[in-house]
């Protein structure tokens, strides 16, 4: 009934934690000097992996590519601070308010599609 829906949000999910918890450690040493902060990169994988399993006629394309998707952790040198640390709070907290508006989003999702479901059981 669900398809792709559940294994997808799941890999949506796993990401939005993990970049969330770089975002709280970022913020924890934005008074650390040299801190080079770190970054999580999923979405365009993704997108591109989805992208590349629609056009197959393979039905196990698209399980495939959502199972092998994963988020990349990685970090940049650059910094326009004396300290050398390159975490700017304002940015870390806009993406972090981001990740929890996209977390919500998928949870209620979910949530919407397992009462469509118990509806169809129930015959309502």
Known sequence: MFGNTISMAEKALSYLYKKEEVLMNNMANVSTPGFKRTDVSFEEEFRSK????????????MPDAIAESNYTLYSRDDSARVDE???NMDVEQTEFARSGLQYQYLMQSV?????LLQTAIKGQ
């Open 85 to 87: 640390n390159n975490v």
């Open 111 to 115: 949530n919407m599609d397992f009462k």
């Open 50 to 61: 989805l992208i590349e399993a629609s056009g197959s006629k393979s039905s196990r394309a």
